[in-house]
């Protein structure tokens, strides 16, 4: 299920997964269903039509829903594609009735036949997806997933896979225990980090990202010393702290402000706030936003935090980013609601921390400097892009971004939410081509031997550096062996935190 399994080899786990059939497989494909190549069909009921109407297996819907058949899901989401999906008229064609659509598991069915027709015809889509609603609910209101409050960084799919750890959430079982940022994975339960078996990889992808909540899982991992450490942990509810690291440097030329931020979820709205507010109060003539492991989240929040960067001069009257939809979405295209302004107050919204309408603080500057890495996706990229758009230098010290220029909107059918791709985000100028992501202005790799925010860790330090001398140091100045060896280029995460939404 590509909702949950995204594992080391997610592949194989997958194939796993699609063995049995069995299920509720319903009446054969209605009209033309399976026609979807061309753009559409005229003979696509509308979604609305079959909506919340769910198969009686299907145990994330509402029992009172579950009057209906996996085939009146399956014919819901063929609707809801053809209406929505930016690239609808790409949608290939796809046999309802193959064995992966009908499992007796009916979210894993249901994720089967999405995937088919997003991905099977559209090798530019590697981004659609599905989430228990449930769960998404959860993440992006409250920030809360099922884990340990570590965020893992994966080096290769293959072994040797060099599982290491980014950060740590704090006050989660991972801190608790002394996990600290550079560890190496060993082993979980046994099972080594470069197990290639069955067994062992549906294991690593059970612990690293959907552990049992309650379950006691034993890791061994190397610290930065080379010593091996034994750790049991409890899965838990884990909530997330997107906005971390807060500090200023004194430099010889001005104080440099620097703060790391993961997640555009709704509790990072209120500590933004509070990071830009106690930055307003120091006089800093730069700030580093280290957005090298954020994918993304909410859109308006990285409006947010555009303004709060560039000011209301500069931002007054522009627009942070306009959504271009598919042809067949007139009104959207049309709607001015869907011109995001850089917002210059508090949302209020339940889970963000904050008052409705309250101004947002701003520090007025001309240039920011962004710490990035493939890692850094959607929203986060929304924020340069928007930035760029109104003249603010924006300098990237690190790797090229990931490149997704699109956006969703969360769209529940039977308890289980459905994320095709709707629209591309363009900025004040009109620019949204960049699906091959942002490059560098500097190179510098992720330095796992230092801790987040230190003026010495690699990333920071070019950063520093081309703020001092206006030029990026040569390879040898950049970054120190060690820091080269631990140069990762892949989060491991779920495609819900590498997302532009809309709220």
Not at 94 to 114: G, I, K
Not at 195 to 202: E, L, V
């Amino acid at each position: 299920m590509k909702n949950k399994v995204l594992g080391l080899l997610a592949a194989a786990v997958l194939a796993a997964g699609c063995g049995g059939g069995g299920g509720d497989a319903g009446t054969p494909p209605f009209g033309n269903e399976s026609s979807g190549g061309g753009g559409g069909s005229g003979s696509l009921p509308a979604s609305s039509t079959l909506a919340q109407q769910c198969s009686p297996n299907n145990p994330l819907a509402p029992s009172a829903n579950r009057t209906a058949s996996l085939d009146t899901e399956r014919r819901w989401i063929r609707s809801y594609v053809d209406e929505a999906y930016l690239w609808y008229r790409d949608v290939p064609t796809v046999d309802a009735t193959r064995p992966e659509f009908n499992l007796a598991d009916v979210p894993v069915a249901l994720d089967n036949y999405f995937v088919a027709l997003t991905e099977e015809g559209v090798a530019r889509d590697r981004f659609s997806f599905t989430y228990p609603t449930a769960e998404w609910q959860a993440l992006s209101q409250s920030g809360i997933v099922a884990g340990f409050g570590a965020e893992w960084l994966l080096g290769s799919a293959t072994p040797p896979r060099n599982i290491r750890i980014a950060y740590v959430d704090p006050l989660t079982p991972a801190a608790t225990a002394g996990l600290t940022r550079g560890m190496t994975l060993v082993s979980v339960d046994g099972f080594s980090a470069d197990d290639n078996t069955s067994a062992g990889i549906a294991r690593l992808n059970e612990a690293l990202f959907s552990p049992t909540n309650g379950q006691s899982y034993s890791f061994v991992l190397r610290d930065l010393l080379g010593v091996n450490r034994t750790v049991a942990m409890n899965a838990a509810q884990i909530t997330k702290t997107p906005v971390q690291n807060l500090r200023t440097i004194d430099t010889p030329s001005g104080r440099v402000g620097y703060m790391s931020f993961h997640d555009h979820i709704a509790p990072a709205e209120g500590q933004l706030v509070a990071a830009f507010q106690s930055l307003a109060g120091q006089n800093i003539t730069d700030l580093v936003l280290d957005l090298r492991y954020n994918g993304g989240g909410y859109l308006y929040i990285a409006s947010q935090v555009g303004y709060m960067v560039a000011g209301s001069t500069r931002t007054g009257g522009r627009t942070f980013e306009r959504l271009l939809f598919n042809d067949k979405r007139t009104a959207d295209n049309n709607d001015p609601d869907n011109n995001t302004p850089f917002y210059n107050v508090t949302s209020g919204f339940t889970g963000s921390g904050t008052t409705a309408n309250q101004p947002l603080p701003q520090l007025t500057l001309n240039r920011l400097f962004v710490l990035a890495s493939p890692g850094t996706c959607s929203a986060s990229e929304a924020i340069v892009n928007g930035l760029r758009g109104i003249g603010v230098e924006v300098v990237l010290i690190g790797g090229t971004t990931c490149g997704k220029p699109y956006g969703f909107t969360a769209r529940d059918n039977c308890g289980l939410s459905y994320f095709p791709i709707e629209f591309q985000g363009v900025n004040d100028q009109g620019f949204g081509d960049y699906a091959s992501g942002f490059a560098a202005t500097c190179a510098a790799s992720d330095d796992l031997t230092r801790a987040l925010g230190d003026s010495s860790e690699g990333m920071l330090a070019v950063a520093l550096s081309r703020r001092a001398n206006g030029s990026c140091p040569t390879a040898s100045d950049r970054e120190s062996p060690q820091a080269r060896a631990g140069a990762l280029d892949r989060v491991l995460r779920h495609p819900a935190r590498e997302s532009k939404i809309l709220r």
